[in-house]
């Protein structure tokens, strides 16, 4: 709770505490029945699953036709990724955001080193329920620089799912669009015999451009029930090059993840208690106005997997704090202009707590209950001698809360062998509000970067929304319909219909002030736009309808091909309306309801085009993404819309040896939001080449990406505002630059 140095303080909002006893004795008591239901009778060796290899090094091997069959529960269109395309791929970037491009309908906004924002199917952000083992994280910053995917580090990550499009209400939940989430890899335990079993890596890359560096390692002591592991990674790198040889300021980092996780297992349950650190002193953002000067991240999670007779279990307690700063690095002044200090202080936590029933041979029950509880604090410190900054602490958000309480209930049938069906319904309900805020100053007259004399919208503003309803509440809820028909081993069709929901977040509904400067600090959009937060904003509601035909051969081995197409009619589709003009052609936006579209299609293909023991084995793969998003009420497309875009790769590997060579091809960007002046980009082309090798206990990772060091700019990459601000303001604003040829190197050591 931040103290307000004015009369306008007031007493606390109506705390959600009665809630969430109730919800967690609502908790207790069903995990109290279920865990006294008998356990589900295993003989011996049925209870201690098959011991991991003693060298954990992953080897790339060829794509899978088709992902292993899940049920419904993974509808056709999913995207996957496992730990060997893991392992190859991190070698571009410590990013784990980055490691998702490859995935069809998946694009990526432009912000830090390691914390890009995935969008699916045009859409990015909250619309996107993002998990990390299974923890829905918020990120807790008015620019939104520590999202979730940003504490996952690739090093320790096992698998990682991305569904597009309609998702069943079991893993959806307060989004729109889709659902990303991200394991680690699963605990290794000793054979049975074996009195302690270890094991462990150490990892080093190195990438030419920007100078990049990461170190990572892993520790696992285990016996047959208990196992311990340790994971670590630590990246860093300074500003990186385009394709023309200049610097792209602001696009350094500095980062670094620790976790510690004990897990013990006994007859079909198993237990897993971790707890993460993170620790970044400085990242830079070159699409917005501030950089990231520090960010701690702690989180405890706790799980529970078991088997019963009924069926299994899988319950989740996690909690998380984020302290966050923002200001300018040296790229964009911050040692010689003061800069403007903006801090956040945030408390997540909660649990989420699922049953999966056989309710016959063909009949499937899941259902399921969570509950998450956000705090965040927000304020901008005074800077001395500033007079458009001080005296006061500028309250952005006072004791802010959202919480969700949501439950499901979803029915899978297998009609015949070849028809099934899923009918999914959850509700969410959102509680939101937030505490008495103050400007900077509560003076008329102040200059406020609007000129001296004048009013000061912000003292106005935060009058007016400390007199103004601070809380809100909405009831939503979701639904889902799948219908797959599968006539042969060697073809699948899946229609699927979703109504699913997201409310504002903290920062739509209550970003408040209204001055030129203030606003600007609001946004995650790489746009270097003001914001202005709109109380009256209601829930999105997203009518999605997609299908998914898939064909392979009959083994599912040698080749694939998917096609998804899609269309989504979202109704209070949060977008923003321009409510004035800011110095050097930058805007001023407010959050407003409106109604939009979006339709595309994605295409995947896989195939072993040769294969024999002197050559080994040839593969070739295509991924071809479109989507087209328009405002319906303003006639204008939606922003940070992806244009056509597809990847080629061709694939090899002889033994321990394996390569890919990958086209990767963008069309040009012409379909912007004129409203926010978003910058058109032309259309390119890069290619990229992995190749590795094991032998024994090492393996060695060499990659080039951006070969023939081409010259582009990303469609999603906002604008260049880092070399903006660096010329005092004075060159023309334009498209951010994507990274030049990078030499990649990186070698890893299992023991």
Same mark, same amino acid.
Request: aromatic share 8%.
């Given at each position: 709770?931040?103290?307000?140095?004015?009369?306008?303080?007031?007493?606390?909002?109506?705390?959600?505490?009665?809630?969430?006893?109730?919800?967690?004795?609502?908790?207790?008591?069903?995990?109290?029945?279920?865990?006294?239901?008998?356990?589900?009778?295993?003989?011996?060796?049925?209870?201690?699953?098959?011991?991991?290899?003693?060298?954990?090094?992953?080897?790339?091997? #060829?794509?899978? #036709?088709?992902?292993?069959?899940?049920?419904?529960?993974?509808?056709?269109?999913?995207?996957?990724?496992?730990?060997?395309?893991?392992?190859?791929?991190?070698?571009?970037?410590?990013?784990?955001?980055?490691?998702?491009?490859?995935?069809?309908?998946?694009?990526?906004?432009?912000?830090?080193?390691?914390?890009?924002?995935?969008?699916?199917?045009?859409?990015?952000?909250?619309?996107?329920?993002?998990?990390?083992?299974?923890?829905?994280?918020?990120?807790?910053?008015?620019?939104?620089?520590?999202?979730?995917?940003?504490?996952?580090?690739?090093?320790?990550?096992?698998?990682?799912?991305?569904?597009?499009?309609?998702?069943?209400?079991?893993?959806?939940?307060?989004?729109?669009?889709?659902?990303?989430?991200?394991?680690?890899?699963?605990?290794?335990?000793?054979?049975?015999?074996?009195?302690?079993?270890?094991?462990?890596?150490?990892?080093?890359?190195?990438?030419?451009?920007?100078?990049?560096?990461?170190?990572?390692?892993?520790?696992?002591?285990?016996?047959?029930?208990?196992?311990?592991?340790?994971?670590?990674?630590?990246?860093?790198?300074?500003?990186?090059? =385009?394709?023309?040889?200049?610097?792209?300021?602001?696009?350094?980092?500095?980062?670094?993840?620790? #976790?510690?996780?004990?897990?013990?297992?006994?007859?079909?349950?198993?237990?897993?208690?971790?707890?993460?650190?993170?620790?970044?002193?400085?990242?830079?953002?070159?699409?917005?106005?501030? =950089?990231?000067?520090?960010?701690?991240?702690?989180?405890?999670?706790?799980?529970?997997?078991?088997?019963?007779?009924?069926?299994?279990?899988?319950?989740?307690?996690?909690?998380?704090?984020?302290?966050?700063?923002?200001?300018?690095?040296?790229?964009?002044?911050?040692?010689?202009?003061?800069?403007?200090?903006?801090?956040?202080?945030?408390?997540?936590?909660?649990?989420?707590?699922?049953?999966?029933?056989?309710?016959?041979?063909?009949?499937?029950?899941?259902?399921?209950?969570?509950?998450?509880?956000?705090?965040?604090?927000?304020?901008?410190?005074?800077?001395?001698?500033?007079?458009?900054?001080?005296?006061?602490?500028?309250?952005?958000?006072?004791?802010?809360?959202?919480?969700?309480?949501?439950? *499901?209930?979803?029915?899978?049938?297998?009609?015949?062998?070849?028809?099934?069906?899923?009918?999914?319904?959850?509700?969410?309900?959102?509680?939101?509000?937030?505490?008495?805020?103050?400007?900077?100053? &509560?003076?008329?007259?102040?200059?406020?970067?609007?000129?001296?004399?004048?009013?000061?919208?912000?003292?106005?503003?935060?009058?007016?929304?400390?007199?103004?309803?601070?809380?809100?509440?909405?009831?939503?809820?979701?639904?889902?319909?799948?219908?797959?028909?599968?006539?042969?081993?060697?073809?699948?069709?899946?229609?699927?219909?979703?109504?699913?929901?997201?409310?504002?977040?903290?920062?739509?509904?209550?970003?408040?002030?209204?001055?030129?400067?203030?606003?600007?600090?609001?946004?995650?959009?790489?746009?270097?736009?003001?914001?202005?937060?709109?109380?009256?904003?209601?829930?999105?509601?997203?009518?999605?309808?997609?299908?998914?035909?898939?064909?392979?051969?009959?083994?599912?081995?040698? &080749?694939?091909?998917?096609?998804?197409?899609?269309?989504?009619?979202?109704?209070?589709?949060?977008?923003?309306?321009?409510?004035?003009?800011?110095?050097?052609?930058?805007?001023?936006?407010?959050?407003?309801?409106?109604?939009?579209?979006?339709?595309?299609?994605?295409?995947? @293909?896989?195939?072993?085009?040769?294969?024999?023991?002197?050559?080994?084995?040839?593969?070739?793969?295509?991924?071809?993404?479109?989507?087209?998003?328009?405002?319906?009420?303003?006639?204008?497309?939606?922003?940070?819309?992806?244009?056509?875009?597809?990847?080629?790769?061709?694939?090899?590997?002889? @033994?321990?040896?394996?390569?890919?060579?990958?086209?990767?091809?963008?069309?040009?960007? *012409?379909?912007?939001?004129?409203?926010?002046?978003?910058?058109?980009?032309?259309?390119?082309?890069?290619?990229?080449?992995?190749?590795?090798?094991? &032998?024994?206990?090492?393996?060695?990772?060499?990659?080039?990406?951006?070969?023939?060091?081409?010259?582009?700019?990303?469609?999603?990459?906002?604008?260049?505002?880092?070399?903006?601000?660096?010329?005092?303001?004075?060159?023309?604003?334009?498209?951010?630059?994507?990274?030049?040829?990078?030499?990649?190197?990186?070698?890893?050591?299992?023991?």
């Amino acid at each position: 709770m931040i103290r307000l140095s004015t009369a306008a303080s007031a007493a606390n909002a109506p705390r959600l505490s009665n809630r969430l006893l109730a919800s967690t004795a609502l908790l207790t008591a069903v995990l109290a029945a279920l865990s006294a239901l008998p356990a589900q009778a295993q003989t011996p060796q049925a209870q201690i699953p098959q011991a991991l290899p003693a060298v954990p090094v992953e080897t790339e091997t #060829a794509p899978a #036709a088709t992902a292993p069959e899940k049920g419904l529960s993974r509808p056709l269109g999913a995207g996957t990724l496992d730990a060997a395309e893991i392992a190859s791929r991190k070698l571009a970037s410590p990013d784990t955001a980055a490691l998702l491009r490859s995935l069809p309908g998946v694009s990526l906004y432009s912000a830090g080193g390691f914390s890009s924002l995935p969008a699916l199917n045009g859409l990015a952000d909250d619309r996107v329920r993002v998990q990390v083992d299974g923890m829905p994280m918020t990120a807790a910053c008015a620019n939104h620089m520590n999202a979730p995917l940003s504490y996952a580090d690739p090093a320790v990550i096992g698998a990682i799912e991305a569904i597009a499009g309609v998702t069943p209400v079991s893993k959806g939940g307060d989004s729109i669009v889709g659902t990303v989430s991200v394991t680690s890899k699963p605990p290794v335990y000793a054979q049975p015999g074996e009195p302690i079993h270890g094991e462990g890596s150490l990892s080093t890359v190195y990438r030419s451009n920007g100078n990049g560096t990461t170190l990572s390692g892993t520790a696992t002591a285990a016996t047959e029930r208990f196992s311990l592991r340790y994971t670590g990674a630590w990246s860093r790198a300074d500003d990186y090059e =385009d394709g023309n040889g200049d610097k792209v300021r602001s696009t350094l980092y500095n980062v670094q993840n620790h #976790a510690l996780s004990a897990s013990a297992r006994k007859d079909g349950h198993e237990i897993t208690l971790s707890g993460g650190y993170q620790y970044s002193p400085y990242s830079g953002f070159a699409n917005q106005r501030m =950089d990231m000067t520090l960010n701690r991240g702690t989180t405890l999670n706790g799980r529970y997997k078991g088997e019963f007779d009924w069926g299994t279990l899988d319950g989740r307690a996690f909690w998380q704090r984020t302290v966050h700063a923002m200001n300018f690095l040296h790229d964009k002044g911050g040692a010689d202009r003061g800069g403007m200090p903006m801090n956040t202080d945030s408390h997540e936590m909660g649990y989420a707590v699922s049953a999966e029933v056989p309710l016959s041979a063909q009949d499937t029950l899941r259902v399921g209950n969570e509950l998450v509880r956000y705090r965040i604090d927000d304020w901008w410190p005074p800077v001395a001698g500033a007079a458009m900054m001080s005296p006061l602490t500028f309250v952005n958000l006072n004791d802010a809360r959202r919480d969700r309480l949501g439950t *499901f209930a979803e029915w899978e049938k297998r009609w015949t062998p070849a028809w099934t069906s899923l009918l999914g319904v959850r509700n969410d309900v959102v509680w939101m509000e937030n505490g008495p805020v103050q400007p900077y100053s &509560w003076a008329n007259p102040i200059s406020m970067g609007m000129g001296m004399g004048m009013a000061n919208p912000d003292a106005a503003a935060a009058t007016a929304f400390n007199r103004g309803d601070r809380s809100k509440t909405d009831v939503n809820v979701d639904a889902t319909a799948l219908l797959r028909f599968a006539p042969s081993a060697s073809e699948r069709y899946e229609l699927g219909f979703a109504r699913k929901t997201r409310s504002p977040n903290l920062y739509e509904r209550f970003a408040w002030g209204t001055g030129g400067m203030s606003s600007t600090m609001i946004g995650w959009y790489g746009d270097a736009n003001g914001y202005v937060g709109n109380p009256d904003l209601k829930p999105e509601t997203a009518y999605t309808v997609g299908a998914t035909a898939a064909w392979q051969d009959a083994e599912a081995k040698r &080749w694939s091909v998917k096609v998804t197409p899609y269309y989504s009619h979202v109704e209070n589709f949060i977008d923003a309306d321009r409510i004035g003009t800011l110095s050097n052609g930058f805007v001023q936006l407010r959050f407003a309801n409106h109604t939009a579209e979006l339709y595309g299609i994605n295409a995947e @293909g896989r195939s072993i085009v040769h294969q024999d023991e002197r050559l080994g084995e040839f593969t070739v793969g295509a991924v071809v993404s479109y989507v087209r998003g328009r405002n319906l009420d303003t006639g204008h497309d939606l922003y940070h819309i992806m244009p056509l875009n597809g990847t080629i790769d061709l694939g090899h590997r002889l @033994g321990d040896w394996s390569s890919v060579l990958e086209f990767q091809m963008v069309g040009r960007k *012409f379909l912007v939001d004129s409203g926010r002046n978003e910058p058109e980009t032309p259309s390119y082309a890069l290619v990229n080449l992995r190749t590795s090798y094991v &032998w024994g206990n090492l393996r060695a990772d060499v990659g080039i990406e951006n070969l023939f060091d081409a010259h582009y700019y990303l469609p999603l990459g906002g604008v260049d505002y880092g070399d903006f601000r660096a010329s005092g303001n004075r060159q023309p604003i334009g498209a951010l630059a994507g990274m030049g040829r990078s030499f990649n190197l990186g070698l890893t050591m299992a023991f």
